[in-house]
């Protein structure tokens, strides 16, 4: 029965938000509003809608990281963002720490960003 309770505490301590709760309390931080977001991040209204509406509604990694990008998050928040969702940036393949550098640098223009990508991987974000 103790380890009961020393499991039930060790979920209740060590649980982080989930990947919607996450994800709004940025654009809270941010003060803009959802739709510039998503617009800047190439994101459909209805996906968002999706977002929005259902806490477990799975999005690819490609899109969270659009919308990291068009936040402007720091390396620690995407990461923190990406994890929520269950993915992260890779250390072993170039197009992850390619946008790995740009979050370190500050370097949020997706267009700068996808030559950057197409350049060392023939690959785009958006």
């Known amino acids: 029965m103790n380890e009961n309770?020393?499991?039930?505490?060790?979920?209740?301590?060590s649980k982080t938000m989930n990947f919607r709760d996450l994800l709004f309390s940025f654009i809270d931080r941010s003060g803009e509003k959802d739709s510039d977001v998503y617009n800047r991040a190439g994101i459909d209204r209805r996906l968002f809608s999706k977002i929005r509406c259902s806490e477990s509604y799975n999005l690819k990694k490609e899109n969270i990281l659009?919308?990291?990008?068009?936040?402007?998050?720091?390396l620690n928040d995407t990461n923190e963002l990406l994890e929520s969702a269950g993915y992260s940036l890779s250390t072993t393949n170039d197009f992850?720490?390619?946008?790995?550098y740009c979050f370190l640098n500050n370097i949020y223009d997706m267009q700068i960003i996808n030559e950057?990508?197409?350049?060392?991987t023939n690959a785009v974000l958006c």
Request: with cysteine; net charge positive; glycine share 0%.
């Open 5 to 13: 309770h020393q499991l039930l505490n060790y979920l209740n301590q």
């Open 66 to 74: 659009k919308l990291c990008v068009s936040l402007k998050l720091d």
């Open 96 to 100: 992850d720490l390619i946008l790995r």
């Open 116 to 120: 950057y990508l197409f350049s060392y």
